[in-house]
């Protein structure tokens, strides 16, 4: 088992339409951090949550991180097809030394 | 120009080769990485070096080896590789020290294929 789960492992959605991603733990991180790799590039990071109960909006993009800091999710409205990409999570679990373990990823793909 | 570049970004090796992949970062952090990323699969840590001293070692086999010459420079050098080494290897950089605190900027990777 992976210490972080992404659900769902793959989408496929229609340019408009809304969505949500999923990260979660059964440990407590001390922050989570969003990455998106678009094909034949590296992660780029979008935001980090570190506060439980925390909400960021980047643009379309709404991140919000669980009161227990055991989950995290990602929330794009309107999706467009420069969304397109690999959603990546990642964290450190104090129970694990702090650490940075990244999820295995979301692919969304947003068809026009 | 991207903060950290890669070279090259696609390789292809028989198993007795000998090969170097080459990272370089522009943006004065004082930490990096090698990751392993294979499909469906989290990115694996495998080093971590911290103001040019290796702080981080994940089991990696022997046949994988890294050198960090100064701060702005990470190299691996891979020989005698296998077909399951076949990945995608992505190289990053912190500004603060090895936690989890601290966000990684990546390059775009060099594409291993091991034939």
């Known amino acids: 088992t992976q210490l972080l789960e992404q659900s769902p492992q793959f989408l496929s959605i229609q340019e408009g339409e809304n969505l949500t991603v999923y990260c979660n733990s059964s440990?407590?991180?001390?922050?989570l951090q969003w990455y998106r790799q678009e094909p034949g590039e590296g992660p780029v990071l979008l935001v980090t949550v570190v506060t439980g109960g925390e909400v960021k909006k980047l643009k379309r993009l709404t991140f919000q991180f669980g009161d227990a800091r055991k989950d995290s999710s990602l929330h794009i409205t309107a999706a467009q097809p420069g969304d397109t990409g690999l959603y990546l999570c990642?964290?450190?679990?104090?129970?694990?030394?702090?650490?940075?373990?990244f999820g295995a990823g979301t692919i969304l793909r947003v068809k026009s | 120009e991207t903060g950290v570049t890669q070279t090259p970004r696609h390789l292809v090796m028989g198993m007795t080769n000998k090969k170097s992949l080459k990272c370089e970062q522009h943006?004065?952090?004082?930490?990096m990485y090698w990751y392993k990323q294979s499909a469906k699969k989290p990115l694996e840590l495998m080093f971590v070096y911290s103001l040019e001293e290796r702080v981080e070692n994940n089991s990696v086999p022997s046949r994988f080896s890294p050198e960090c010459p100064n701060s702005s420079h990470l190299f691996l050098h891979l020989h005698t590789l296998q077909p399951e080494d076949s990945a995608l290897y992505l190289c990053?950089?912190?500004?603060?020290?090895?936690?989890?605190?601290?966000?990684?900027?990546f390059g775009n990777g060099t594409r291993l294929t091991v034939t």
């Open positions: 990642a964290g450190g679990a104090m129970e694990y030394g702090n650490k940075l373990v």
């Open positions: 943006l004065g952090h004082n930490a």
């Open positions: 990053a950089s912190s500004q603060g020290p090895y936690s989890a605190n601290s966000p990684l900027h």
């Open positions: 440990s407590v991180f001390s922050s």
